[in-house]
């Protein structure tokens, strides 16, 4: 029932009629157009269901606004159940306080293996939360944590857990306002963490010494295989350092770098690197103004890595 057009009377009655269902193995509500959706009366039934849905195995309720005075019982709920292993909240504005409750279930709880939790203001309590939990949960796999301002002080938080952890693949974390200090935090993860194959920190403002930071890590690291790097303003000399890590890394699969300032110089330089790694087949650099020339020169370098492959 994505992105429907039903009414808080709508989902009411649907929640209702779940609440003692103990068969249901999916539900897919996100973005429900209607007003009000997620009313107090609707979020009570859906607290109800989810804590008694025995064969639950996916929860998708994104893109809404759960109602303020039952939110922290919507996530007990989830904390409880047993069978949940891909929960989407994201976009439902949980807050500081929910999130914490969620991270607490993180610690102990292993089934759950993918999480949506990108712009729910988890605040820094929030983000020192799901640090904590990241350090000891064994089970997530994938975490979207776009669009929380996590800043500094909240991305030293989860990438402290994350040194640690051995089971998340892919951290996707669009949006967080990193700055030098985060960006330096996320240097010092690809390095210690030896499981994320895939990690998105597009759009968060890295400059210059945060990105060259970032791409020594990179240098070192044998296990990151698509690195996501849109939007963060990278000009020559970004482009230059990036060159120079491609040349020594030897597992990057896949770099995007769409929406960046990189001038023809630049990506010439890093489509000059490709022909030295045999491994990164895919260079994204949409909405870049590059020159036709350019573009050329970074599609037969793309080429040239695949027919080696071959």
Known sequence: LD???IGSKDVTEIFEHLR???????????KIRGDDAFSLEATGFLAEFIKHATALKSLWIGKNEIHKDNVCDVIEAINVNPCITSLDI???KIGEKATTILAESLKMKSQITTLWMADNNIGEAGAIAIGEALAMNSSLTFLWIDH???GAVGTTALCQGLKVNKTLISLLMQENNLGEAGATEIANLIKANTKIKELDIGRNGIEENGLAAIMDAV??????????????????NGALVIAEAIRKNYTLKELWLGGNLLTDEGASKIAQAMKV??????LAVSYTHLTLPTIRLVQISVVAVSLKKK
């Open 3 to 5: 992105n429907t057009n």
């Open 20 to 30: 003692h269902n103990t068969t249901l193995v999916h539900l897919h509500l996100r």
């Open 90 to 92: 994201s976009h439902c």
């Open 148 to 150: 929380n301002n996590l």
């Open 219 to 236: 240098k070192v690291n044998t296990n990151l295989t698509k690195l996501f790097l849109r939007y963060n303003k990278i000009e020559l």
């Open 277 to 282: 790694n045999r491994f990164l087949s895919v």
